[in-house]
T-cell receptor
Framework: DGGITQSPKYLFRKEGQNVTLSCEQN?????MYWYRQDPGQGLRLIYY???????QKGDIAEGYSVSREKKESFPLTVTSAQKNPTAFYLC?????????FGSGTRLTVV | AQKVTQAQTEISVVEKEDVTLDCVYE???????LFWYKQPPSGELVFLIR??????QNEISGRYSWNFQKSTSSFNFTITASQVVDSAVYFC?????????????FGAGTRLFVKA
C-alpha cells in the first residue's frame, strides 16, 4: 500500500542534543513537507521540498534542518538551537488531490 | 493575506446530533483549493474533501456534507447523525498556487467530542 511512514512514533531528547525524524514515502510524490503541531494550534510549516536536492524554509524553520537526497525520503533534524522542540511533528507529501500525511512523531525534551 | 479561521475551538454533542464545523478563509487569489482533514486521537491526518474555487457545488458523502459559499468565503462541514467515532480534531485548509508549487495554510482546528 502506498503511504508515508514516519519513525519513530515517540522520541525523547535530552536538552542540547540533535535528533532526526524519519519520513519515507512510496507515493512517487515530488513535494514533501514537515509540519509542527502544538496543543490547540493548527499545523505550522517548518520546511518543504518541491523536488529532490531542493528545499525551502517554511514559517518556523529556525532550529531545524532537512535534506532531500532521494525522492522518497525527507528527514528532519531538530537541532539544539530549537528552543522549544517538544511537539507533534507531521510529515506530508503532496499529490494531485492534496496531502497525504504520516502518522506523526511525538518529540519530548527531557 | 492568506488566512483560515476556525472559530470553534471545541464542540461537544451527543450521539445522533447533527453538528456543523465552520471554516472562513481569506485569499486574494481567484484560483485556490479548500480542504478538510480529520485528525483522530492516533494523530495522523485523514483527507476528507478537496474543493477548487470554481466549484461551488455542495457535496454529500454519507453522513458528511460540505457547504462552499464564495460570497461569504466559507467552507463549512456538517456531520449528520454524529457518532462517537467522529470524535477528532478537524482541520480546514486553504491552498494557493504560486510559482514553483502550492502554499497551504491550516486553520487552528476544531476539536469535536461526540458523547454516547
Amino acid at each position: 500500500d502506498g503511504g508515508i511512514t514516519q519513525s519513530p512514533k515517540y522520541l525523547f531528547r535530552k536538552e542540547g542534543q540533535n535528533v532526526t525524524l524519519s519520513c519515507e514515502q512510496n507515493l512517487n510524490h515530488d513535494a514533501m513537507y514537515w509540519y509542527r503541531q502544538d496543543p490547540g494550534q493548527g499545523l505550522r510549516l517548518i520546511y518543504y521540498s518541491q523536488i529532490v536536492n531542493d528545499f525551502q524554509k517554511g514559517d518556523i524553520a529556525e532550529g531545524y534542518s532537512v535534506s532531500r537526497e532521494k525522492k522518497e525520503s525527507f528527514p528532519l533534524t531538530v537541532t539544539s538551537a530549537q528552543k522549544n522542540p517538544t511537539a507533534f511533528y507531521l510529515c506530508a507529501s503532496r499529490g494531485t488531490w492534496g496531502y497525504t500525511f504520516g502518522s506523526g512523531t511525538r518529540l519530548t525534551v527531557v | 493575506a492568506q488566512k483560515v479561521t476556525q472559530a470553534q475551538t471545541e464542540i461537544s454533542v451527543v450521539e445522533k446530533e447533527d453538528v456543523t464545523l465552520d471554516c472562513v478563509y481569506e485569499t486574494r487569489d481567484t484560483t485556490y483549493y479548500l480542504f478538510w482533514y480529520k485528525q483522530p486521537p492516533s494523530g495522523e491526518l485523514v483527507f476528507l474533501i478537496r474543493r477548487n474555487s470554481f466549484d461551488e457545488q455542495n457535496e454529500i458523502s454519507g453522513r458528511y456534507s460540505w457547504n462552499f459559499q464564495k460570497s461569504t468565503s466559507s467552507f463549512n462541514f456538517t456531520i449528520t447523525a454524529s457518532q462517537v467515532v467522529d470524535s477528532a480534531v478537524y482541520f480546514c485548509a486553504l491552498s494557493e498556487a504560486y510559482t514553483g508549487g502550492f502554499k497551504t495554510i491550516f486553520g487552528a482546528g476544531t476539536r469535536l467530542f461526540v458523547k454516547a
